[in-house]
């Protein structure tokens, strides 16, 4: 069984081209039926062809207004939250979300940790990415008002370090262990596909054909400009196969 969905995405700040990317690319593949989200504060320009723009005053740390705003979000029905930095590149649907259930990636490369990048994270030290952020955050789906609530609940718990970086998905983690949700996995490789640079039209259709891959996710130093890249050869891809 299958259901229809939302789309929320966060940003904040001046320089929306990020999250534009997203926002295009969902718009290609889906149309005017899908409704999207923006999850911003009170001065972050508003992303054209979003559904609606919500504001409000956010926490200074990144992580924390991260989840307040998911949080403030009224779920009409199963809303999918992704990271800006994604582009979806085929139409798709969902499995089914009970109300007590919740759809995430799990991450498949697994390495040690840098327990010393942005700053000291004494409770990285010598353990592998699976063991402490097992799930990667960009992707998550629920429609369940109250799951972001626990979710800033948990990582307002933490000490302040993760209030800036890496509160989102060790909140998660936390919650995976209190068992109150359930989590139904996805293949990381067909919906949080990992790109590190722009992708030629040959390779975003091999990907396509070959894998299934939906969504890409774009890290890295490079992941502004490989996103933009690629989010043009999509453009020239629909215009090909129109």
Not at 45 to 71: G, N
Not at 175 to 184: A, L, N, P, V
Not at 207 to 235: C, M, N, R, W, Y
Request: net charge negative; hydrophobic share 40%; aromatic share 10%.
């Amino acid at each position: 069984m299958t259901q229809s969905f939302d789309l929320a995405v966060f940003w904040r700040g001046e320089d929306i081209s990020i999250p534009e990317c997203l926002v295009r690319s969902a718009r290609r593949v889906f149309g005017p039926e899908l409704d999207i989200y923006q999850l911003t504060d009170d001065t972050t320009p508003a992303i054209p062809m979003v559904t609606r723009c919500d504001r409000s005053h956010l926490d200074r740390h990144i992580m924390v207004a991260r989840l307040e705003a998911c949080a403030r979000l009224k779920l009409k029905r199963p809303t999918l939250f992704l990271d800006a930095d994604m582009l979806i590149l085929e139409k798709f649907e969902l499995p089914a979300v009970p109300a007590d259930e919740v759809l995430v990636t799990k991450r498949q490369q697994d390495f040690p940790i840098n327990a010393d990048y942005p700053e000291y994270y004494p409770e990285f030290a010598g353990k592998m990415i699976s063991e402490v952020m097992p799930f990667v955050f960009s992707f998550v789906a629920t429609g369940n008002d109250e799951f972001f609530q626990s979710l800033l609940s948990n990582l307002r718990s933490l000490p302040e370090r993760f209030h800036r970086w890496y509160g989102d998905q060790v909140s998660l983690k936390q919650e995976y262990e209190k068992q109150k949700f359930k989590f139904g996995i996805l293949p990381e490789e067909k919906f949080n596909f990992p790109v590190r640079r722009g992708l030629r039209a040959g390779e975003v259709i091999e990907l396509i054909e070959k894998i299934g891959v939906k969504i890409l996710h774009f890290k890295g130093p490079d992941s502004k400009h490989g996103q933009s890249e690629t989010a043009d050869v999509l453009s020239q891809i629909r215009l090909e196969r129109n």
